[in-house]
């Protein structure tokens, strides 16, 4: 899973069943303002399986989930 890296308001752009490479931004996490405070990045190569829907987020909530395939 990639995590919250501060607590905020979270907007993925990541869509299920997408391929990301690692360190590709995946969404924004923004302040009670609207100002962005931290980028969502991929921390490996894989394929998006899971993601939150809920836009409010705390620091080390689970946000994107990325499978990696074997082999």
Do not use: M, Y
């Not at 909530?61 to 990696?68: F, M, S």
């Amino acid at each position: 899973w990639v995590r919250a890296a501060r607590s905020g308001i979270c907007r993925l752009d990541a869509e299920l069943g997408g391929v990301v490479k690692k360190g590709e931004a995946l969404g924004v996490i923004s302040d009670a303002f609207g100002d962005p405070q931290a980028t969502v990045k991929a921390r490996v190569d894989g394929v998006v399986v899971g993601h939150r829907l809920n836009p409010l987020v705390n620091q080390g909530d689970a946000l994107v989930h990325i499978g990696v395939p074997n082999g």
